[in-house]
């Protein structure tokens, strides 16, 4: 078995770059609010469970899931329900998949990330830059808003027209949203493997009310905003990151 491949369940993959791809096509075959059928709503309670125990306890854990989705128990005890593609909280137009369940009697929903299933968790940094755009959500969300009082809104890039769900909001280039942050921890200093957050919905908040408040502060500054259809953020998304390379030196 190659040293980078990844068993789920009874699947061997041969990368994680072809788990990903498994399982977004798995995402992107069902519209928002849509509930998994069962073969399909197997892999993912696999993926969700899979350190849980040997790969072929997992297979048959998740079988037995499954099985029981049309079920009523008497008691109600604690189980999934079902497995359902639905929107995420913050990012209206990104799918995700949530586990419908029942906790002492009471029915719940809980978002599942199947990247950090196979990736791990995120790194000090993508926590600190996901708590700096929970930071600012609303202050971008009211931008949008005003924007789309004046309609009709087009994309900047294409000039075509595009509806509230068609469109994303562009921190136009250079000052990315991540040249942003960056310049955010090294103007104060940061040492960001030191940061406390809380946790709603997946969603990293800063446990430092004051810190929100500074990055706000600093983003509001420096940000230069513009409306961009879905399709052209994609393609934006890629050519305006900034990655290091191994010629990158620093100043000691």
Known sequence: MSRFSITIGSDTYSSKTAALKFYKKILN???????????????IIALAFKECGTPEEITEFSEDVVSGFNEVF?????????????????????????????????????IFSYRIAINGLPSDLQKFSR????????????????????????????????????????????LTFSVIVKSFMVANNLDISNIEYNYSNSM?????????????????????????SSNENLKLSGSARIKPSKNDDVLV
């Open 131 to 174: 708590a700096c755009r929970f930071a600012v959500k609303k202050r971008i969300r009211q931008y949008k808003i005003q924007k789309f009082k004046n309609r009709p809104v087009c994309c900047v890039i294409s000039g075509n027209v595009v509806e509230w769900e068609e469109c994303q909001i562009d921190h136009k280039a250079p």
């Open 204 to 228: 990293e908040i800063f446990v430092d009310g004051s810190l929100a408040e500074k990055f706000d502060d600093f983003h509001k500054k420096m940000a230069v905003l513009r409306i961009v």
């Open 74 to 110: 008497e008691g109600e005890e604690d189980r999934i329900l079902s497995v359902i593609v639905d929107r995420h909280l913050e990012f209206r137009t990104t799918k995700c998949f949530y586990f419908i369940g029942l906790t002492d009697g009471k029915k719940t929903r809980d």
């Open 29 to 43: 075959k069902y519209d928002f609010e849509s509930k998994l059928n069962r073969e399909d709503a197997k892999y």
